[in-house]
């Protein structure tokens, strides 16, 4: 059972122009999500995180949403430029979900971005 | 600088040769985990250690093994290899205080 999806495998945006990568979550124990930024033959880097007591996230040219109802965030990239061209995984955790103190985070699949310059 | 580094970044071998992938952080971390990344399935943990001593099973623990003798090693032992642990590895660390996740480099695995 997949707790973390990313629907589109693949996203193709136009340097300049908004990227918005979405990411599904069926566990409400979730209360803290994360996403990760990952370049061929790299590990993947953290990018911006977003607590369950907020709705909006913003750092620099990346905003990240979360609808709770709709178990539902987004990542947001104004403008978009082609060093954004990398897999974006979504993660989420949830201290009270795997016990206290827990750190596991559980990851998305995963979405491939490419600005075209 | 700050960083998570794993050896060997490259490894092929055969079946059911032993083999240890070590992964090091300097950050003074508690938390590590041992991640796998397949086509088509994200990243998966395999186990992770919240402090010396101190480790537990991941979502695909199945294979492997791990040892937490001092806080910033925590190799990753697969005693016996099969084909299906083919794959690209990551180890990862973190504060307890914060859930972002440090990742290494990468250790791609091929058994044979």
């Known amino acids: 059972d997949q707790q973390v999806k990313q629907n589109s495998p693949s996203l193709s945006v136009q340097e300049g122009r908004i990227s918005i990568l979405n990411c599904d979550y069926t566990?409400?124990?979730?209360?803290?999500f994360l996403w990760y930024k990952k370049y061929p033959a790299e590990g993947p880097t953290f990018l911006i995180s977003i607590s369950s007591i907020k709705d909006k996230n913003e750092d620099g040219r990346f905003t990240v949403f979360l609808n709770k109802s709709a178990k539902h965030l987004s990542l947001h990239i104004v403008p978009s430029q082609p060093g954004d061209s990398a897999v974006y995984f979504c993660?989420?955790?949830?201290?009270?979900?795997?016990?206290?103190?827990?750190?596991?985070?559980?990851f998305g699949k995963g979405t491939k971005l490419s600005v075209i310059p | 600088e700050a960083q998570v580094t794993q050896n060997p970044r490259y490894l092929i071998t055969v079946t059911g040769k032993k083999l240890t992938v070590t992964c090091s952080q300097n950050m003074n971390h508690e938390y590590m985990s041992w991640y796998r990344q397949d086509p088509g399935l994200g990243l998966r943990q395999i186990y992770y250690?919240?402090?010396?001593?101190?480790?537990d099973k991941g979502d695909v623990p199945e294979g492997y093994k791990v040892s937490r003798k001092e806080k910033r090693n925590f190799p990753l032992i697969l005693e016996s290899p099969s084909p299906n642990q083919t794959s690209l590895y990551f180890c990862?660390?973190?504060?307890?205080?914060?859930?972002?996740?440090?990742f290494g480099p990468g250790t791609r695995l091929t058994v044979t």
């Open positions: 250690s919240m402090n010396v001593e101190v480790t």
């Open positions: 993660a989420a955790s949830g201290r009270s979900f795997r016990g206290a103190g827990s750190y596991q985070l559980t």
């Open positions: 566990n409400s124990m979730f209360d803290y």
């Open positions: 990862a660390s973190s504060l307890l205080t914060g859930y972002e996740q440090y």
